[in-house]
């Protein structure tokens, strides 16, 4: 017997939540999907998570919350991250940093358990410690009971990512890549039985520049200058993956992408991070 999961892609800002409260509920359904994790870092104004919007994505259905670079933007969160066994912060922080580096959930109605661990490369990333580390603690730690092991690979690079999917080949059951925002089109089972996919794109609009209005970064970068990077509202999909896994085994035997277009969100504002100036390339 297989279960189905259902990765979801970096959610970006009010547009991300919307197809997530449209669409999630009738995935569910449709897919007959066991687990859903989800990478929500960019949900609250296209970066951070605030408990409110994280309690939101709980009753669309999500399972399970990865995070990434953007992990403490909403410094609210850190609550959250201390007590809630449905959320990761990257396991490859420095040990004091708030939050779970792995958790174990169950699957919604088979009441078998996952695990969820969340890396950060460390290729153009700034200096994070070794991910390759982190994740053979991590997986050292997980009850060895826990067959089903999924893993979020938050980095730029392809090669990280994919050198990721071999190293965990057969230790994991589902590695996917988050960060770049652009959907892949590498989805595979590798041959030691991992589901894998270099970036599973994100879910928010991608009329804009990796989910931020695209006149807004066009001056950023193109005049050297800070611009507010408020949320694009254009073409709004939903992308992920939906792996089938071996429940006794945590082997995974079929991944297919799933895009949904959603609708477009009208009226006069637009979701802004707080309305701070970015500097051009910081998404
Ligand atoms: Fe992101
Ligand atoms: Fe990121």
Same mark, same amino acid.
């Given at each position: ?28 359904? %449709?897919?007959?999907?066991?687990? /859903?994790? !989800? ?6 104004? +296209? =970066?951070?998570?605030? &408990? ?57 109605? %088979?009441?078998?358990?996952?695990? /969820?661990? !969340? ?6 990333? +700034? =200096?994070?410690?070794? &991910? ?152």
């Amino acid at each position: 017997m297989s279960i189905n999961i259902l990765c979801v892609g970096d959610v970006v800002g009010r547009p991300g939540r919307v197809l997530l409260a449209d669409h999630l509920p009738e995935l569910i359904a %449709s897919h007959n999907l066991e687990l /859903v994790v !989800c990478n929500a870092e960019n949900a609250a104004g +296209g =970066s951070g998570l605030t &408990p409110q919007i994280f309690t939101k994505l709980l009753r669309y259905g999500v399972d399970a919350v990865t995070l990434g670079d953007h992990v403490y933007r909403k410094r609210e969160i850190i609550e959250v991250l201390e007590t809630s066994d449905r959320i990761v912060r990257p396991a490859n922080l420095p040990t004091p940093a708030a939050g779970k580096r792995w958790t174990v959930v169950q699957t919604k109605t %088979s009441g078998h358990e996952a695990s /969820v661990t !969340c890396l950060l490369g460390q290729l153009f990333m +700034g =200096s994070n410690n070794s &991910p390759w580390e982190a994740v053979e603690k991590a997986f050292r730690e997980i009850p060895e009971s826990v067959r089903i092991r999924i893993v979020d690979m938050h980095a730029e690079a392809s090669s990280e990512k994919i050198a990721m999917g071999w190293n965990l080949n057969g230790r994991a059951s589902i590695v996917f890549g988050t960060h770049t925002h652009v959907p892949t089109a590498d989805a595979c089972v590798l041959d030691k039985g991992t589901a894998f996919v270099s970036d599973l794109g994100m879910t928010g609009p991608y009329d804009g520049v990796l989910g931020r209005r695209k006149d807004r970064v066009l001056s950023a970068l193109t005049t050297g200058m800070p611009a507010h990077f408020e949320v694009a509202r254009g073409d709004p999909r939903l992308c992920g993956v939906v792996v089938g896994v071996d429940e006794m085994t945590g082997r995974a035997e079929s991944i297919e992408r799933v895009e949904i277009r959603g609708r477009v969100q009208t009226g006069p504002a637009y979701d802004t991070d707080d309305g701070r100036a970015q500097p051009a390339g910081r998404f």
